[in-house]
């Protein structure tokens, strides 16, 4: 067993507090992780208020995870001692169904294990996330890490970049596609990079006009202020994808009108509430509206080489282990400019 300190959520209305637990001595194809970097995502969050339904406590948080493997298995072949290795949402998943022989282990029919707040497969383990020193994965659900980008911008890539890559790439954006994201946020903001990357015409949609410089210097080419009905109007007919990261309850409506002929909205935030969405918004223009959740394991993989090659990180604001509660507080005032980064040394220390 492996002595682990960590930061944990003991119930839902506590701050996280410092934390110690052991992990299991390290299985024939696992990887031991020393944690450097964790993002912070709403997620962790949510899941530790226990917004989502009854979380396993105590709850250490984080699946935005990179750091330097430190030991293998004997039947390891894919990493080597030295390696950057990277951890995102899930850490197993059932293997065998259709989705997880398809490349889509996130949509596993039996369910992924989430990185934290889940248990280890067939047993009453609980899994523990990345706000902590170091953590033991299969080498089949264990990423490689470029040396060639800051490690603490590529650590939101293994959920915001995931999140907002996986449905671009499914719908084939790219250059000759006008494409709106709504919501400048960590996964908006990914969004924008990832959609001009790919060669897309992107419009940044927002209700606060406070935004438009940072999302110009994203790499959004049109900035449009939602509030302004004459905007809206003006914008009728005009996307071919919307990116829609907005997990606040939100008219759907007003969104999808601004969709062309065969246009489709990409749900990736999940608000509150469930919405109402008239048939004939949808049947008048043959619009669609899809989910994503993630990626795989090989298509995060791919993402993460897409980034190290075209040099494209999150824009994050690297704290200490102890300002995690402040961390929190300032997300739901959406005080970040894109995404806090707690640099696990500090946790060590």
């Given at each position: 067993?492996?002595?682990?300190?960590?930061?944990?959520?003991?119930?839902?209305?506590?701050?996280?507090?410092?934390?110690?637990?052991?992990?299991?001595?390290?299985?024939?194809?696992?990887?031991?992780?020393?944690?450097?970097?964790?993002?912070?995502?709403?997620?962790?969050?949510?899941?530790?208020?226990?917004?989502?339904?009854?979380?396993?406590?105590?709850?250490?948080?984080?699946?935005?995870?990179?750091?330097?493997?430190?030991?293998?298995?004997?039947?390891?072949?894919?990493?080597?001692?030295?390696?950057?290795?990277?951890?995102?949402?899930?850490?197993?998943?059932?293997?065998?169904?259709?989705?997880?022989?398809?490349?889509?282990?996130?949509?596993?029919?039996?369910?992924?294990?989430?990185?934290?707040?889940?248990?280890?497969?067939?047993?009453?383990?609980?899994?523990?996330?990345?706000?902590?020193?170091?953590?033991?994965?299969?080498?089949?659900?264990?990423?490689?890490?470029?040396?060639?980008?800051?490690?603490?911008?590529?650590?939101?890539?293994?959920?915001?970049?995931?999140?907002?890559?996986?449905?671009?790439?499914?719908?084939?954006?790219?250059?000759?596609?006008?494409?709106?994201?709504?919501?400048?946020?960590?996964?908006?903001?990914?969004?924008?990079?990832?959609?001009?990357?790919?060669?897309?015409?992107?419009?940044?949609?927002?209700?606060?006009?406070?935004?438009?410089?940072?999302?110009?210097?994203?790499?959004?080419?049109?900035?449009?202020?939602?509030?302004?009905?004459?905007?809206?109007?003006?914008?009728?007919?005009?996307?071919?994808?919307?990116?829609?990261?907005?997990?606040?309850?939100?008219?759907?409506?007003?969104?999808?009108?601004?969709?062309?002929?065969?246009?489709t909205m990409?749900?990736?935030?999940?608000?509150?509430?469930?919405?109402?969405?008239?048939?004939?918004?949808?049947?008048?223009?043959?619009?669609?509206?899809?989910?994503?959740?993630?990626?795989?394991?090989?298509?995060?993989?791919?993402?993460?080489d897409y980034?190290?090659?075209?040099?494209?990180?999150?824009?994050?604001e690297v704290?200490?282990?102890?300002?995690?509660?402040?961390?929190?507080?300032?997300?739901?005032?959406?005080?970040?400019?894109?995404?806090?980064?707690?640099?696990?040394?500090?946790?060590?220390?």
């Amino acid at each position: 067993m492996t002595a682990i300190k960590a930061y944990a959520a003991y119930d839902a209305e506590t701050p996280l507090k410092p934390f110690s637990f052991e992990r299991k001595d390290i299985g024939e194809k696992q990887v031991q992780i020393e944690i450097l970097y964790s993002g912070v995502c709403h997620s962790d969050i949510h899941t530790a208020k226990g917004d989502w339904g009854p979380a396993i406590y105590p709850l250490v948080p984080g699946h935005e995870i990179v750091g330097k493997i430190t030991a293998v298995g004997s039947g390891v072949t894919k990493f080597k001692v030295g390696e950057l290795a990277g951890v995102g949402c899930f850490v197993d998943s059932c293997r065998t169904c259709h989705s997880c022989k398809a490349g889509d282990e996130q949509l596993c029919d039996e369910g992924m294990t989430g990185t934290y707040n889940s248990y280890e497969r067939g047993t009453k383990t609980p899994t523990y996330g990345g706000y902590s020193t170091s953590i033991t994965v299969d080498e089949d659900y264990t990423l490689h890490i470029s040396d060639k980008l800051e490690l603490s911008g590529v650590a939101p890539l293994l959920c915001a970049g995931i999140t907002t890559y996986s449905p671009l790439r499914y719908l084939k954006v790219g250059k000759g596609h006008k494409v709106g994201v709504l919501g400048l946020g960590g996964l908006g903001h990914m969004a924008v990079k990832f959609a001009a990357s790919f060669g897309a015409e992107v419009t940044m949609l927002s209700h606060s006009p406070s935004k438009e410089a940072d999302a110009k210097k994203l790499g959004a080419h049109r900035f449009a202020l939602t509030s302004d009905p004459k905007v809206m109007e003006s914008l009728a007919n005009e996307f071919d994808v919307i990116l829609n990261t907005v997990s606040a309850d939100h008219d759907y409506n007003a969104y999808l009108n601004l969709l062309n002929t065969n246009g489709t909205m990409i749900i990736v935030g999940i608000p509150s509430t469930p919405a109402v969405i008239p048939a004939a918004t949808l049947v008048m223009k043959r619009r669609s509206i899809m989910g994503s959740l993630i990626g795989g394991i090989a298509e995060t993989q791919e993402m993460l080489d897409y980034c190290a090659e075209h040099n494209i990180t999150s824009d994050v604001e690297v704290i200490n282990m102890d300002y995690i509660n402040e961390a929190y507080e300032r997300m739901n005032k959406s005080d970040v400019k894109y995404r806090f980064v707690i640099d696990m040394a500090s946790l060590k220390q």
